[in-house]
């Protein structure tokens, strides 16, 4: 058992936050043989996939190094009877990881992109991003085709105030109800009566084998994902050249690219997990990026929508920032209190 797992479940987050601000806790060296590389994972089956799959590829391009898992609980898997954005958002699932990494448990941690915030911790950096699956999220039901098919007040669920609000600017009449837990837990409930229809990522559907259960597509640009869905991303401390160098065959360029025009939008805008924000840049073929941007209200279903060109992703994302806020999102965001 780590040596925080006796701290009290409430405030285990704040005094961890403490830790990582601590300049002198990130000095501690790693414990570990240098033939073994440690990997910090959250718990979830997702998780586990998510984390083996970047093994593996080490494994691969590293024939010889040893490569362990170190599954760790986080406070977003531990309080599922609230809303992330209730309890603190994405950023929760990261930080008993960094604390692994910061006092040298850990060497790397695996993360799904889009969990993390727009601007690290002091101390971490992002050592690589893998090939994005596809970011498109998933409409999942038993019953219902589409959301257009469902009767009138049908209740839906996702733990996504960005889905929420692309959901509620669809259909008004629809009850959008908080969903948590692992990918098998959501399906479970809604295999038990509990949601007419649910909203998932299909990349997570398909790393676990249930591609089947996806009834259809919501595709950008029309209905756009998360900044960095799709994507797996792999973090180290700051300044650490082994782990730089052995992530460097997993690295991809081109997705890298393309989210740092979706994070640096979502940076613009504040950088909060919990934002409903949508974003999603593509590639065109003379290699330039376009960027569609969606700030949504999943109260009243209210989406500001802007989206531009450019070959430098970080400016892109700034001015499709500008873009949202010339047409209110400062005014939305300030809403949300």
């Not at 991303?233 to 782990?243: C, F, L, Q, W």
Request: proline share 6%.
């Amino acid at each position: 058992m780590p040596w925080w797992s006796s701290w009290p479940a409430e405030n285990r987050h704040l005094r961890i936050d403490a830790i990582l601000a601590d300049p002198n806790f990130r000095d501690v060296p790693p414990p570990m043989p240098p033939a073994v590389l440690r990997v910090a994972t959250r718990k979830s089956p997702l998780a586990l996939w998510q984390a083996e799959h970047v093994a593996e590829r080490l494994r691969e391009a590293h024939p010889g190094l040893v490569v362990e898992l170190l599954p760790l609980t986080t406070r977003g898997d531990e309080v599922l009877d609230r809303s992330l954005a209730a309890i603190g958002g994405k950023g929760l699932f990261l930080k008993e990881l960094e604390v692994a990494l910061a006092d040298g448990r850990a060497d790397l941690a695996v993360h799904s992109l889009k969990d993390v915030p727009a601007r690290l911790a002091a101390g971490f950096s992002l050592v690589a991003i893998l090939a994005r699956a596809d970011c498109a999220d998933a409409w999942v039901s038993n019953d219902f085709d589409s959301i257009d098919a469902l009767p009138v007040g049908a209740r839906v669920g996702t733990s996504s105030l960005r889905r929420a609000a692309q959901l509620r600017a669809r259909r008004a009449d629809l009850e959008i109800a908080d969903l948590r837990g692992n990918v098998g837990t959501r399906l479970a409930k809604l295999d038990r009566g509990e949601y007419a229809a649910i909203v998932l990522a299909v990349a997570g559907l398909q790393r676990l084998g249930w591609a089947e259960r996806i009834r259809a597509r919501l595709a950008p640009p029309a209905w756009l994902p998360a900044p960095g869905q799709a994507a797996i991303a792999v973090e180290a401390r700051a300044g650490d050249p082994r782990a730089a160098a052995l992530l460097a065959p997993l690295d991809d360029a081109g997705t890298r690219r393309a989210v740092a025009a979706e994070r640096a939008l979502n940076a613009e805008l504040g950088g909060d997990c919990t934002m409903p924000l949508g974003a999603w840049c593509e590639t065109r073929a003379d290699g330039t990026f376009h960027l569609h941007g969606l700030l949504g209200d999943a109260g009243d279903g209210r989406l500001l929508r802007a989206d531009a060109q450019g070959s430098d992703p970080a400016a892109l994302g700034r001015q499709v920032a500008r873009l949202l806020k010339g047409q209110g999102a400062d005014a939305l965001l300030r809403s949300r209190g």
